[in-house]
């Protein structure tokens, strides 16, 4: 069996900075492992702009956001294996993956999670109807027009207004389609404001809110689908039902963290974000493991996943530096009210300071973030406004945190 | 003339209001004067980066990203894409490959490695 010293099993973005970042930690026998034939994982079909800003300060595309990590690992002789697909991770860390060579098995002193997420299909709505052509999810619809060159429709609906339903809708405006509505089943968009604006606004898109595919029409390609609005509950209300001719559906419904191999080694989950349960250093409940990025929780901006990432590579380099002995005593944390997730699910409060993510559960005006541990406050923020699509950081200082006791809990109350 | 724009510049997202009066420009329900100059801007040039993809001539099935090196008018976003769709390139091409030269006072540069 070979070994090394950490295994990353994803070279998207969160891969590649996780191997960086341990590889600069002093851990220099780092390899990745992905099942695509070049690095940058979804970045390759995000072909628009507005990446970087945050983590570079610079707007990137996708695929130039990725080249800089991808020489970044390249500068460092990061080995990489293509076309790779990994098919276990034990819990002690023995890796299994398999490729045109054959099976390779891995034992590694560290292994870092960082398959991302793929995409919620139809089969997981329960929309009536015929099962014809036509029906896309958007990302693969995104990956057939901007890499393989197809363009897959020419008389379009969205269902779903993340941010891949709203680029979409602007990348098929631009490739002549026409987009006769983007329908979105909560009362708000769940993508950003920019988007909403430069995606939809500059292309006359009409945005439904409240309202949600019924029915889906057609025998061999799509011909149209039946769109009704939705109550408080979700459920569609009778007698606002409308036809909508179109060939093509794209669906941009959600995206669920791919953590089958999580599960199979049976590290413990988090039922909310559908990633695994991490620490600060984002170590799962199974010591030696990490995980980071999409496959952890849901990002909203490339930025925060190599950010995320980072941590994850200079915790695993620590780790195998270390050991064991890295563990401390954990603080475990909650999300209150108004908070729908916290991440990392537990901290160790020895370690400096400490960034806390989370999301919210609506749409809020002015809001103020409380975090607690007992009756203790380890953090006060407030924000002009909250929105579930924007994720929300609180930074812990150490030194509130060293003589904290009980759950660390982040609540919100709107002003 | 009355607009509505959503100001983009921070997460709030100020819906303001710009009152158009020939060269003046009147904007109300900004909260910064950052909001005041994105909505003075979207009323009197409103530029966007265009990102599309252009045909490599050399590999079957492969796309190469592009995008227009410097922000073009809004207006012709359509005129650009026209332009990329009757262009084809050579791999290998590196990411700032000049792919057009001279659209709209910007160049269309690659984004993306095709080896």
Same mark, same amino acid.
């Given at each position: 069996?070979?070994?090394?010293?950490? %295994?990353?099993?994803?070279?998207?973005?969160?891969?590649?900075?996780?191997?960086?970042?341990?590889?600069?930690?002093?851990? &220099?026998?780092?390899?990745?492992?992905?099942?695509?034939?070049?690095?940058?994982?979804?970045?390759?079909?995000?072909?628009?702009?507005?990446?970087?800003?945050?983590?570079?300060?610079?707007? $990137?595309?996708?695929? @130039?956001?990725?080249?800089?990590? +991808?020489?970044?690992?390249? @500068?460092?002789?990061?080995? !990489?294996?293509? @076309?790779?697909?990994?098919?276990?991770?034990?819990?002690?860390?023995?890796?299994?993956?398999?490729?045109?060579?054959?099976?390779?098995?891995?034992?590694?002193?560290?292994?870092?999670?960082?398959?991302?997420?793929?995409?919620?299909?139809?089969?997981?709505? =329960?929309?009536?109807?015929?099962?014809?052509?036509?029906?896309?999810?958007?990302?693969?619809?995104?990956?057939?027009? =901007?890499?393989?060159?197809?363009?897959?429709?020419?008389?379009?609906?969205?269902?779903?207004?993340?941010?891949?339903?709203?680029?979409?809708?602007?990348?098929?405006?631009?490739?002549? +389609?026409?987009?006769?509505? %983007?329908?979105?089943?909560?009362?708000?968009?769940?993508?950003? *404001?920019?988007?909403?604006?430069?995606? $939809?606004?500059?292309? /006359?898109?009409?945005?439904?809110?409240? &309202?949600?595919?019924?029915?889906?029409?057609?025998?061999?390609?799509?011909?149209?689908?039946?769109?009704?609005?939705?109550?408080? =509950?979700?459920?569609?209300?009778?007698?606002?039902?409308?036809?909508?001719?179109?060939?093509?559906?794209?669906?941009?419904?959600?995206?669920?963290?791919?953590?089958?191999?999580?599960?199979?080694?049976?590290?413990?989950?988090?039922?909310?974000?559908? /990633? #695994?349960?991490?620490?600060?250093?984002?170590?799962?409940?199974?010591?030696?493991?990490?995980?980071?990025?999409?496959?952890?929780?849901?990002?909203?901006?490339?930025?925060?996943?190599?950010?995320?990432?980072?941590?994850?590579?200079?915790?695993?380099?620590?780790?195998?530096?270390?050991?064991?002995?890295?563990?401390? +005593?954990?603080?475990?944390?909650?999300?209150?009210?108004?908070?729908?997730?916290?991440?990392?699910?537990?901290?160790?409060?020895? &370690?400096?300071?400490?960034?806390?993510?989370?999301?919210?559960?609506?749409?809020?005006?002015?809001?103020?973030?409380? %975090?607690?541990?007992?009756?203790?406050?380890? #953090?006060?923020?407030?924000?002009?406004?909250?929105?579930?699509?924007?994720?929300?950081?609180?930074?812990?200082?150490?030194?509130? $945190?060293?003589?904290? @006791?009980?759950? %660390? *809990?982040?609540?919100?109350?709107?002003? | 003339?009355?607009?509505?724009?959503?100001?983009?510049?921070?997460?709030?997202?100020?819906?303001?209001?710009?009152?158009?009066?020939?060269?003046? !420009?009147?904007?109300?329900?900004?909260?910064?004067?950052?909001?005041?100059?994105?909505?003075?801007?979207?009323?009197? =040039?409103?530029?966007?980066?265009? &990102?599309?993809?252009?045909?490599?001539?050399?590999?079957?099935?492969?796309?190469?990203?592009?995008?227009?090196?410097?922000?073009?008018?809004?207006?012709?976003?359509?005129?650009?894409?026209?332009?990329?769709?009757?262009?084809?390139?050579?791999?290998?091409?590196?990411? /700032?490959?000049?792919?057009?030269?001279?659209?709209? /006072?910007?160049?269309?540069?690659?984004?993306?490695?095709?080896?």
């Amino acid at each position: 069996m070979k070994k090394h010293a950490i %295994v990353i099993v994803g070279g998207g973005p969160a891969g590649m900075a996780a191997a960086v970042a341990a590889y600069d930690r002093g851990v &220099t026998d780092v390899v990745i492992l992905d099942r695509e034939p070049r690095l940058g994982g979804i970045l390759q079909q995000c072909i628009h702009n507005g990446f970087g800003l945050h983590k570079l300060g610079r707007e $990137l595309t996708g695929p @130039e956001y990725a080249d800089v990590y +991808a020489q970044q690992v390249a @500068e460092r002789n990061i080995p !990489v294996f293509y @076309e790779t697909m990994v098919t276990s991770v034990s819990p002690d860390r023995v890796v299994t993956a398999r490729n045109r060579e054959g099976i390779l098995k891995i034992q590694a002193e560290a292994v870092i999670l960082a398959m991302g997420c793929r995409e919620r299909s139809r089969g997981a709505l =329960n929309i009536c109807g015929t099962r014809p052509a036509g029906i896309y999810s958007a990302g693969t619809a995104q990956k057939l027009i =901007n890499c393989d060159g197809y363009m897959v429709g020419k008389r379009v609906v969205i269902l779903g207004s993340g941010d891949i339903g709203l680029i979409m809708a602007r990348r098929m405006s631009l490739e002549g +389609a026409k987009v006769e509505a %983007v329908c979105e089943l909560m009362s708000y968009s769940g993508g950003l *404001t920019r988007n909403i604006v430069q995606c $939809l606004e500059d292309f /006359g898109i009409p945005l439904y809110l409240s &309202t949600t595919v019924v029915q889906i029409h057609g025998q061999k390609r799509l011909e149209g689908v039946t769109v009704a609005q939705v109550d408080e =509950n979700r459920r569609p209300i009778e007698g606002t039902s409308r036809f909508i001719p179109c060939d093509t559906l794209l669906l941009s419904v959600g995206l669920i963290p791919e953590n089958e191999l999580t599960q199979v080694c049976g590290i413990p989950m988090d039922p909310v974000t559908g /990633g #695994a349960m991490v620490d600060e250093r984002c170590m799962t409940k199974v010591s030696g493991i990490f995980a980071c990025g999409n496959v952890l929780h849901v990002h909203d901006l490339v930025d925060y996943v190599s950010d995320e990432a980072e941590r994850a590579g200079k915790g695993a380099a620590d780790f195998v530096r270390e050991g064991k002995a890295s563990e401390g +005593a954990y603080l475990q944390t909650k999300a209150g009210k108004g908070v729908r997730y916290v991440v990392p699910q537990q901290l160790r409060k020895d &370690t400096g300071d400490v960034d806390l993510f989370m999301r919210v559960t609506q749409p809020f005006g002015k809001v103020k973030f409380t %975090v607690t541990a007992g009756d203790k406050v380890l #953090a006060v923020a407030k924000r002009l406004k909250a929105a579930p699509g924007e994720m929300e950081r609180i930074t812990l200082k150490q030194a509130l $945190l060293q003589d904290a @006791e009980g759950t %660390v *809990t982040v609540e919100l109350e709107e002003l | 003339m009355e607009r509505k724009i959503t100001c983009i510049i921070c997460p709030r997202g100020c819906p303001m209001t710009a009152v158009i009066e020939g060269d003046s !420009v009147k904007v109300s329900g900004h909260s910064c004067p950052k909001g005041e100059e994105y909505a003075i801007n979207e009323c009197t =040039n409103p530029v966007r980066t265009v &990102t599309a993809t252009v045909r490599v001539d050399n590999r079957r099935d492969v796309m190469v990203s592009v995008k227009t090196e410097n922000p073009v008018p809004k207006g012709s976003m359509a005129d650009v894409m026209a332009q990329l769709r009757k262009i084809t390139v050579q791999a290998p091409i590196h990411i /700032g490959d000049v792919v057009l030269e001279d659209v709209f /006072g910007t160049k269309i540069v690659a984004t993306k490695e095709i080896l």
